[in-house]
């Protein structure tokens, strides 16, 4: 189960998006803190590794 970064609770999954055609983040938002962030992080070294090249994975965004 995913909770929140930050305060540890049960976070809402708002939309999922692929990145690079390979990965597969999945942006959720928390209730209690207004935290957003990416749940599924396993896959973000080498994306962003990548994302130096390709330039256009929307992690860069706030
Ligand atoms: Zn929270």
Redesign the pocket.
């Known amino acids: 189960m995913s909770a ?1 970064k ?4 049960p ?1 809402k999954l708002l939309f999922k998006k692929n990145v690079l055609n390979k990965y597969e983040a999945e942006y959720r938002y ?1 209730e ?4 957003v962030g990416i749940s599924n992080v396993h896959w973000l070294e080498e994306a962003y590794s990548e994302a130096i090249n390709s330039c256009d994975t929307g992690l860069i965004e706030r």
């Open positions: 929140c930050v305060c540890n609770k976070w928390c209690h803190c207004e935290f």
